[in-house]
């Protein structure tokens, strides 16, 4: 009897960097510890995945956002690309709010794998525990 891998499906909506952070936390150590983790990046949560936003540290950051950001904390690309790098997680961003705001793939930082639909993902995230961020 073939057991089937625990799978996480985490949605990342907001540009809040605490909840980028935490949604990225997640997911990495969920990938880490053994999960096929899907993180789809959407709505506002895009903002921050930008180039110029990134490389401006354009971050929209409470109280513990701003102290990740002055102790030089690696932020949630960091994290995404280590859980990328030892488990097994995959990050896309969501292809409906990138059309509305006119952004391509070469706009974003470098961690997603594809720009896809809900339609995709939900798919993807099928028998998978989600968590929203």
Same mark, same amino acid.
């Given at each position: 009897?073939?057991?089937? $891998?625990?799978?996480?499906?985490?949605?990342? $909506? &907001?540009?809040?960097?605490?909840?980028?952070?935490?949604? &990225?936390?997640?997911? &990495?150590?969920?990938?880490?510890?053994?999960?096929?983790?899907?993180?789809?990046?959407?709505?506002?949560?895009?903002?921050?995945?930008?180039?110029?936003?990134?490389?401006?540290?354009?971050?929209?950051?409470?109280?513990?956002?701003?102290?990740?950001?002055?102790?030089? $904390?690696?932020?949630?690309?960091?994290?995404?690309?280590?859980?990328?790098?030892?488990?097994?997680?995959?990050?896309?961003?969501?292809?409906?709010? %990138?059309?509305? %705001?006119?952004?391509?793939?070469?706009?974003?930082?470098?961690?997603?794998?594809?720009?896809?639909?809900?339609?995709?993902?939900?798919?993807?995230?099928?028998?998978?525990?989600?968590?929203?961020?």
């Amino acid at each position: 009897m073939t057991q089937q $891998v625990p799978s996480l499906a985490v949605i990342l $909506v &907001s540009e809040d960097l605490e909840k980028l952070h935490a949604g &990225s936390l997640v997911g &990495s150590v969920a990938s880490m510890s053994g999960m096929q983790v899907n993180v789809f990046v959407t709505m506002n949560a895009l903002k921050p995945f930008l180039k110029s936003s990134f490389d401006n540290e354009d971050f929209k950051a409470g109280t513990v956002g701003k102290e990740l950001l002055a102790k030089k $904390v690696p932020l949630f690309d960091s994290l995404l690309a280590d859980g990328k790098e030892v488990g097994d997680l995959h990050i896309y961003g969501c292809a409906m709010a %990138m059309d509305v %705001m006119g952004w391509e793939k070469e706009d974003m930082i470098d961690v997603f794998d594809d720009i896809i639909g809900v339609t995709a993902f939900l798919g993807m995230a099928q028998n998978a525990q989600l968590v929203t961020m």
